[in-house]
């Protein structure tokens, strides 16, 4: 399905980083894009300098996200928005920030497809691009968010069982380190935000998983990227931990 002026195409979480670059992506190849976030004054900003149209929306709005399948025709749904609130240990996070986390990057995304999915199946063409992370992937010392994106990784998965001959492809996509505002949102304390943003390394830029979005969505219709694993060249997961605990029972 090429993306061309024909295309109409919404992607959450557009007001910076991924989203915002994927918006501006699917601009550039003649797409009509609603740039949906709840910054508006950015959505503002970027329709001046793309052409998308803004769309002020908290994806945890339930209400809101039902009219976008009664209102919009959708033909290509980016799935954004995200936050990794509570990104420490799970003992010591805040029962809000858990169920934000969750609501966010779960529930949201859920609801979401289940808006866009009906007309796209009465049109017989659409894509669903699910932003993942690798830490769907990979266990890491991430719980919350870890599972709140594996849950993202095993419903895209089954998604594409579901839609069998419905003609409608599902993507996911799993970044490693961007450069964004992801850890900004998600560590209040400085000096911790200071040590995890501090990598020196070359991390990727939010243009070069907008590429990848639009390799995708972009391919002919009789081919459909699954998964997408996206890192820096500097950076891998895998191995074996090794860490020594002394018993406070031993004697």
């Known amino acids: 399905m090429p993306v061309d ?8 979480g ?3 980083g991924i989203g915002e670059a994927t918006a501006k992506a699917l601009r550039a190849k003649g797409a009509t894009v609603y740039a949906a976030a709840r910054r ?19 994806v945890r709005d339930r209400a809101a996200v ?4 009664e209102q919009y025709p959708v033909d290509i749904l980016v799935n954004n928005a995200g936050l990794g609130r509570a990104l420490g240990s799970i003992w010591n996070a805040e029962i809000e920030d858990i169920e934000m986390t969750v609501d966010t990057n779960v529930t949201s995304a ?13 049109r017989g063409k659409g894509h669903i ?26 419903l895209s998965r089954d998604l594409r069982q579901e839609l069998q001959g419905t003609g409608i492809r599902v993507t996911e996509v799993n970044p490693g380190r961007v450069v964004s505002e992801f850890y900004q949102v998600a560590i209040d304390d400085d ?3 200071a040590k995890t943003t501090t990598t020196n390394v070359e991390e990727l830029v939010a243009a070069d998983i907008a590429d990848a979005v639009i390799y995708c969505v972009d391919a002919p219709w009789r081919v459909n990227i699954s998964q997408l694993e ?9 191995g074996s931990q090794f860490v020594p605990f002394k018993r406070l029972d031993a004697q």
């Open 5 to 12: 002026e024909n295309t109409t195409a919404l992607v959450t």
């Open 14 to 16: 557009a007001s910076s």
């Open 40 to 58: 508006l004054d950015r959505l503002e900003s970027l329709a001046e300098e793309s052409g998308c149209i803004p769309m002020e929306l908290d």
């Open 66 to 69: 039902k009219q976008i399948g």
């Open 110 to 122: 859920m609801l979401m497809i289940k808006a866009v999915l009906p007309g796209m199946i009465e």
């Open 129 to 154: 691009v699910n932003m993942g992370s690798v830490l769907a992937l990979y266990p890491a010392p991430a719980a919350l968010y870890g599972a709140t994106k594996g849950a993202l990784h095993k």
């Open 191 to 193: 000096e911790q935000l």
């Open 230 to 238: 996206i890192m820096p060249t500097e950076q891998t997961y895998g």
